[in-house]
């Protein structure tokens, strides 16, 4: 079964930081590109960055540029997301999702990990 | 980038059909062919249902359908049912190698 299982998630005080991790089954990892997408409690979806199959590539979204740090294991078939200097406007479900067509469309969803950001 | 614009909500009887708009500009949607759409159940991840514009993952209903004019994206449920109650993200390429989602649209089966 093709499966995404995201982790780390938890409450953490502004400044913080976090490391999320996103752990894939059932398909090739190391050929294709993953991406993180967040969610505010209520809130629409909103794309976070985006990982290429070899690491080669690398983007993010504006509001998280030079904070957040995206990164992939392929022998561990393991997806990252580094969060630093965390904000309460990051508070959101942050949820892995795979890219197979290099399309910017995400086919196959993790569950999603919440992520608080309170004092 | 700013959000795309969809209506925060639509509904229709079962059986009838209803679409939802997606506006952008000619900086992401009018300028890609890279639309998607996402349908989401509460407390549940996002599911595809329509990529590149059109086309339609394996398992998706034929009842989905996406089409595009212009700055504007459209995803169109025909022959509704009460599981198509849920919300609805559009998605498009923004360019630089970024992408944008709709602010998302709650779909009501009377």
């Known amino acids: 079964e093709v499966q995404l299982v995201e982790s780390g998630g938890g409450l953490v005080k502004p400044g913080g930081s976090l490391r999320l991790s996103c752990a894939a089954s059932?398909?090739?990892?190391?050929?294709?590109?993953m991406n993180w997408v967040r969610q505010a409690p209520g809130k629409g979806l909103e794309w976070v960055s985006s990982?290429?199959?070899?690491?080669?590539?690398?983007y993010y979204a504006d509001s998280v540029k030079g904070r957040f740090t995206i990164s992939r294991d392929n022998a561990k078939n393991s997806l990252y997301l580094q969060m630093n200097s965390l904000r309460a406007e990051d508070t959101a479900v942050y949820y892995c999702?795979?890219?197979?067509?290099?399309?910017?469309?995400?086919?196959?969803w993790g569950q999603g990990t919440m992520v608080t950001v309170s004092s | 980038q700013s959000a795309l614009t969809q209506p925060a909500s639509v509904s229709g009887s079962p059986g009838q059909s209803i679409t939802i708009s997606c506006t952008g500009t000619?900086?992401?949607?009018?300028?890609?062919?890279?639309v998607s759409w996402y349908q989401q159940h509460p407390g549940k991840a996002p599911k595809l249902m329509i990529y590149?514009?059109?086309k339609r993952p394996s398992g998706v209903s034929n009842r989905f359908s996406g089409s595009k004019s212009g700055n504007t994206a459209s995803l169109t449920i025909s022959g509704l049912q009460a599981e198509d109650e849920a919300d609805y993200y559009c998605?498009?390429?923004?360019?630089?190698?970024?992408?944008?989602f709709g602010g998302g649209t709650k779909l009501t089966v009377l």
């Open positions: 990982i290429s199959s070899s690491s080669s590539y690398i």
């Open positions: 059932g398909f090739t990892f190391s050929s294709y590109s």
């Open positions: 999702a795979r890219d197979p067509d290099h399309d910017w469309a995400f086919d196959i």
């Open positions: 590149e514009g059109s």
């Open positions: 000619s900086s992401d949607v009018g300028s890609y062919n890279l």
């Open positions: 998605c498009s390429y923004a360019g630089s190698s970024s992408v944008v």
